[in-house]
């Protein structure tokens, strides 16, 4: 009887023990999968870019290198697939990637979200003499051989602000504005995104934008 007793405590010990270690990795696991921005950039070093072997982004530092290098001239991203391994916080600092005005910074390239969210997004406007393109991908577009997408992506907590906007701006002055993505040209689709807590704030010094100016804003895309 007593060595039944013995065996049952020591059963019920490796149970807790079994019970608690399940609960303990999954609690550090899920703290892990965000990752917080610091402000610096890395290149991304797993996978060759092909739809069999993505590009993962494992950081924040590592989607801000790539937001901050696309370039359809030089060749960077262009034609290439990316997949997001986690969440990423990009902790309010202002998204110095999310404007474009030329060609060259549409992104002809998949990304998949993978189910992940990006949080705490700052994206800021001013003055500018041409068109102005803004999101967290500002320009997607595809080309006749190739569909740019984004797609499984949860953006949350997206703070959009415009100051210093005045009078002396081009005649021309537009704004496509999504939390997202700013301009969608042909061939390019986004799919199973979701896009949540969006604030529009501004500081103008002078709230008088020429009669002609022109502004599209909408929290998943600016303008199609």
Known sequence: ??????????????LAVLMWMPTTSVTQQAKAETDVWDGTLRRPIQG????QDPILITSAEEFAYLMQNY???SGVCFR???KLTCDINLNNYVW???SASTANRTFIAQFDGAGHKISNVRLMMHHAPRQIHAGLFPQLGGDADFESAIENLHLDQVNIEFYEVNSQVSPNYQFR???LVGQMYNNSRVENCIVSNVTVSDSFQQESLPYHA????APLVGDI
Not at 48 to 51: L, Y
Not at 214 to 217: A, I, L, T
């Open 1 to 14: 009887m007593r060595h039944n007793k013995q065996m049952r405590a020591i059963f019920a010990a490796i």
């Open 48 to 51: 060759v870019g092909s739809k």
């Open 71 to 73: 370039d359809n001239a």
């Open 80 to 82: 290439k697939y990316y």
């Open 96 to 98: 110095l990637y999310g």
């Open 177 to 179: 504005v999504g939390a």
């Open 214 to 217: 022109q502004m599209w804003m």
